[in-house]
């Protein structure tokens, strides 16, 4: 997994990292545990790593996972 080790400048914690992680394997072996997003973000899913949140969207026609972005709850 790529994306796991590409977000390390954003996040500098290991904890958080961790968790994350865990998010990530989460959203992996049930891709619609995450809230629903409504208006300009329709169609993304996103999930809380306190105090981040990953964006993510399931493509049905192609089987891909796309994660969209990590971004820290305050500065959304």
């Known amino acids: 997994m790529t994306f796991i080790n ?9 904890t958080t990292k961790k968790m994350l992680r865990t998010q990530i394997k ?6 619609e ?3 629903p997003m409504k ?3 329709k169609g ?3 999930v809380y790593a ?3 949140r990953l964006s ?9 996972l ?3 972005s990590i971004y820290h709850k305050d500065k959304q």
């Open 33 to 35: 545990v995450g809230k």
């Open 44 to 46: 993304t899913r996103e």
């Open 6 to 14: 590409n977000y390390s400048n954003r996040v500098k914690d290991g």
């Open 26 to 31: 989460k959203i992996i072996c049930n891709l």
């Open 39 to 41: 208006t300009s973000r």
């Open 50 to 52: 306190t105090p981040y």
């Open 66 to 68: 796309y994660f969209l």
């Open 56 to 64: 993510y969207i399931f493509s049905r026609d192609k089987e891909l």
